[in-house]
Each structure stands twice: as structure tokens, then as C-alpha cells.
């Protein structure tokens, strides 16, 4: 039975039975399927699921905390991987900050609780003009501290900081060779493409697989479902991102998240003949010491890989053999090809119910649109307005073990599993923990 770090013990022996059982008969219905058509991932039977996530801040940019305490908060709570993303700058070279800056950004207690973990020895200071100053040390100095082969790895990241007429254009670019220059460009559009060109080169350069991935579209109402659609190199983008600030749920004059990405993936698959875009759960946290703000563990990446390395797991995120989560824990997600059946197993928990609604865009769709106006009827910057044909809910299942086989006349189909327990530390009002799935089906 896959187990995961970090998931509260069963209550007792009868629930352990359950589960034991659960996952015998799911063991038995993989193996009744063709061969090959159990899983996503080609590597299924030694592959293994990682916790992992790929948006945080630290005092080298717009955080508050050392990099070293994070990184430890992320270890101690169960995570496999962490990509350290700081906005337009790696953690490398010599870097002091001024103590009277670290506390006014995390209080009096930052400094103290980085002395108490890591010893006076470790944390350098020194006096600049009559200035107290921290050393910031760069992530080759403390990884030794945290690696551990097959347990966690951490990995290098920056946020990619571009805008284009006032418009912020953020994507995460993951295990970078070098600092990426944010490129600009004429356009939101091209914007977004020419950064994307720029970390392709360094991969092919590097000969290594950096992922980059959009980050919060409704963050500033920057990005619209046409503009990612349009810019099919880019394969990835935030269907969850834990800042409180990136209008996850939209407004009267721009749609929530999750409703861009049906759009999106729409656009693509029917117009553009071009794959859709994954969606990633993330913390971009940047408070660690209960201040208010964007807080580690709202959400996180869960990705089936055959060993925990980053050529590994972002191999595995572009073949989509992952999910995003912001509480909910699956314990098998596969497509059969052959029948074209969707499954999930969920890791239930006791007394918590789960709904999974299964959403897709039927072909012969009503293609029309039109755009969002403003009070005096004059288009507005926004995603248009689209049929309520583009992303629907195809079915609902309530068991642990959802199912969904396509009918034929579906583009894609996706899952979004909602827990009935609410989000411990939520992001937006109203908030259950939730898991969404990868669209598939596609192909």
C-alpha cells in the first residue's frame, strides 16, 4: 500500500483492515487491465510518489525567513522536494542584509529562532558602518544539511519577475544551471514565450530538464485564458497557488482560476491542435513566523517518479503523472487508453467525506464568446465570456474510489476531489481541502 509523509495514523485496526483491503482489490483490478494500461507513468511499478513544492521565498528576495529554517519546516512536515524561488536571483555569491531589515520583516524572534536551530557558530554577523549585519548563506553551503538520497532533495529555482504595461508576468523556472534575466516583450504574450525560449536554450545548453511554469494568471489580472492558450510552449501554470492576493476565485469581471484552466485547455486541444496545460498546487509562501501572508503547506505537488532527483521528477510532471493538492491525498491515479477510464483511489480519512466531480468539454461545444465589458459597455482586459459547455461537470462519484470512462465526445477529462474538512490554514473564504487531477484523455 503507497503510504505518504506527513499523513495523520488510522484510528484504530479496523480502518488499517479497511484500507489494507481497499488497496488488494485495487491491486486486483490494475492487473486485470491490458498490459501497459494501468498507469500514466511507463515506469509505474517502481515508481513512487513525492511530495514536493516548487514556489517559496526566502530573505534573498521578498521572504522572511532564512533559507535554511524553511527548508527545515518543509523536511520536519513531510515533503520529498523543495524548490527555493526567489524573484530574479539565485542563492549563490555573498550576500549581507542588515539585522534592523530581517526583523523588520519577520520580528525580533527570526534571528533568534535561526541562532537556537543552527548554533552561534553557523550564523555569521559583523558590524558594516555601524551596521549589524547576517550573512545569507547560499544553498551549497547548508544542502549537506538536508539531502538525503531517496528521502529529500532540494533544488534550485528562481521566480522569474517580468511585466509587461504594468501587467506582472511571474513564472517559476526549476533546477536552473544559471540566473535567468526576466526577457520582456511587446505583449503579455510575448512576453510569457520569450522566457520560456530563454530557459529552453539553458536546458539545451545545461543538458539538463528545467520545468517552467506560470505562475498565478489572476494575480494583477495579468494573464487571460487566451493569452496562455496561445502560448503553447508553455505546458504548466498554478491551478492553486496559497497567496491570499492572486484571486484564486476571480470576480464579477474575471474568472476563477480553475475556470481559465477549462478554457484554456479547450482553446488548445479543439483550435490549436496542442497539448494542455498541467496544474500545479503551490505555497508561494513567503511569512514564517505567523505573520499574516502566504504560509508554507496550503499546497503542494504530488509526482509519481521512478527516484527522487529533479531530472526524475520533471520527466514525470511533463509526462503529467502528477497532482496538485491543497489537503486531499490519492493514493493511485491512472488512465487505461484502452477503455478510456479515468480511476482514483483516495486516502480516505475517518469521518471525512469526498466528492469528486469529473469535468470536461464535450466536442460540438458551443464555440461562441464574446467579451467582458465595463459599465459603459467598453471590452475590459479579462478572459471573454465562454458557454458553460466548456468545462462541465461530466459526472459526480462520492465513493473512495471514483471512476470516470469517456463517452467518446470528450476532448479531455479532468477530476477535482473536495474533502468535506476545511482547509486548516485557508488561502481564500470557504475553503476544503482539494486534489485535482491532470486532464486526460486527450491524446
Not at 365 to 373: A, G, I, K
Not at 410 to 437: G, K, M
Request: proline share 5%; hydrophobic share 35%.
Amino acid at each position: 500500500m503507497i503510504t505518504h509523509a506527513g499523513q495523520p495514523a488510522l484510528a484504530n485496526k479496523e480502518k488499517t483492515l479497511h484500507c489494507l483491503l481497499r488497496s488488494l482489490i485495487w491491486l486486483l483490478l490494475c492487473m486485470a487491465l491490458p498490459a501497459g494500461a494501468a498507469a500514466q507513468s511507463p515506469d509505474v511499478n517502481r515508481a513512487q510518489w513525492y511530495r514536493g513544492n516548487l514556489h517559496t521565498h526566502s530573505l534573498w528576495s521578498d521572504g522572511n525567513d532564512f533559507p535554511e529554517m524553511i527548508v527545515r519546516w518543509y523536511v520536519d512536515h513531510g515533503y520529498h522536494f523543495l524548490a527555493l524561488s526567489d524573484h530574479n536571483i539565485l542563492s549563490r555569491g555573498e550576500r549581507w542584509m542588515n539585522r534592523d531589515t530581517i526583523e523588520d520583516r519577520g520580528g525580533t524572534e527570526c534571528l533568534e529562532k535561526y541562532i537556537a536551530a543552527f548554533g552561534e557558530d553557523w550564523v555569521e554577523q559583523r558590524e558594516q558602518d555601524e551596521v549589524s549585519q547576517i550573512r545569507l548563506r547560499p544553498i551549497e553551503e547548508f544542502r549537506g544539511k538536508f539531502e538525503k538520497p531517496g528521502q529529500f532533495l532540494l533544488i534550485e529555482g528562481e521566480e522569474i519577475s517580468d511585466a509587461v504595461n504594468g501587467l506582472p508576468i511571474h513564472l517559476n523556472a526549476t533546477n536552473l544551471a544559471e540566473l535567468l534575466q526576466p526577457t520582456g516583450g511587446e505583449s503579455v504574450r510575448a512576453a510569457i514565450d520569450n522566457n520560456l525560449r530563454a530557459a529552453a536554450e539553458q536546458a539545451a545548453a545545461s543538458g539538463r530538464e528545467i520545468l517552467v511554469h506560470l505562475n498565478h494568471p489572476n494575480f494583477g489580472w495579468a494573464v487571460t485564458a487566451e493569452d496562455l492558450a496561445a502560448v503553447t510552449r508553455e505546458r504548466f501554470f498554478e491551478v492553486y497557488n496559497g497567496h491570499k492576493a492572486i484571486n484564486h476565485l476571480g470576480d464579477s469581471d474575471h474568472p476563477s482560476v480553475e475556470r481559465i484552466w477549462d478554457i484554456v485547455n479547450t482553446l488548445r486541444i479543439d483550435g490549436l491542435s496542442a497539448p494542455p496545460v498541467f496544474g500545479l498546487g503551490t505555497d508561494d509562501s513567503h511569512k514564517y513566523h505567523g505573520r499574516p501572508g502566504s504560509h508554507p503547506g496550503r499546497g503542494w505537488v504530488m509526482v509519481r517518479a521512478t527516484e527522487l532527483s529533479a531530472d526524475a521528477l520533471i520527466k514525470a510532471m511533463y509526462r503529467g503523472d502528477f497532482y496538485a493538492s491543497s489537503g486531499v491525498t490519492l493514493n493511485e491515479v491512472t488512465f487505461d487508453a484502452g477503455s478510456g477510464t479515468l480511476s482514483i483511489d483516495i486516502a480516505g480519512e475517518e469521518d471525512i467525506t469526498y466528492e469528486t466531480r469529473f469535468i470536461g468539454t464535450r466536442r460540438g461545444y458551443d464555440r461562441l464568446s464574446e467579451p467582458r465589458t465595463d459599465r459603459e459597455g467598453q471590452p475590459i482586459r479579462s478572459t471573454r465570456v465562454y458557454s458553460s459547455e466548456i468545462g462541465e461537470v461530466l459526472a459526480t462519484d462520492t465513493s473512495l474510489q471514483p471512476h470516470y470512462k469517456l463517452q467518446g465526445d470528450e476532448l479531455y477529462v479532468r477530476a477535482v476531489i473536495t474533502a468535506s474538512r476545511s482547509h486548516p490554514d485557508p488561502s481564500f473564504e470557504n475553503q476544503y481541502e482539494q486534489a485535482w487531477t491532470q486532464p486526460m484523455g486527450w491524446e
